[in-house]
């Protein structure tokens, strides 16, 4: 059996989970980094997602890559290592469970100037910027989510078409908003 997938409704904490770990990370990574960035869909109002904050740092200069990783499992982030070939390097904190359950977090290491951490931006700011094209993606991953809830490898693969042409049919700053 694979990763399970589940989606939820947006949560309008999520920002705040967001706000608390770049906090932590600016602490941990201090002087590795040149910005700290909330992506995917957890990023982008009432937009449903995964219960997983993605966050990506990218590192000031690749010779800080190496630390930057040592410093993120000596802080109890779970290495994932680098499934992609892009030099982005994820990490993991499961969602915890207490009176009320908080999203986990997916932290990604990213070098400098990587094309994963533009094109994830971007799409983020594309999201944001239209509505309608937020909600075809919200119907996608839903029909996704239950033709592969036991396989998020599958999940995310399926995701692709859709992103890649929301990517390439819209031009969207890389700027943070």
Known sequence: ????????PYDSGWPSVYSAAQHRLEI?????????????????????AKPYVDIDVVVK????MQDSRARMEAAG???RGSRHGDGVFAFMVGAVTAPDPLPGLRVYLCP???ATHHDRV???????????????YATLKMTLAKQYEDNGDAYTAAKSDFIRKALHSTTSPVSAQ
């Open 77 to 79: 982030f779970e290495p």
């Open 112 to 114: 400098p100037d990587s």
């Open 28 to 48: 941990i990574l201090k002087g590795m980094f040149d910005n700290i960035e909330h992506v995917g869909s957890t990023a982008v109002h009432n937009l449903s």
């Open 122 to 136: 971007r799409f983020r700011n594309i999201l944001r910027q239209n509505p309608a094209l937020a909600n075809d």
């Open 1 to 8: 059996m694979g990763t399970l997938v589940k989606i939820v």
């Open 61 to 64: 200069h690749l010779d800080f």
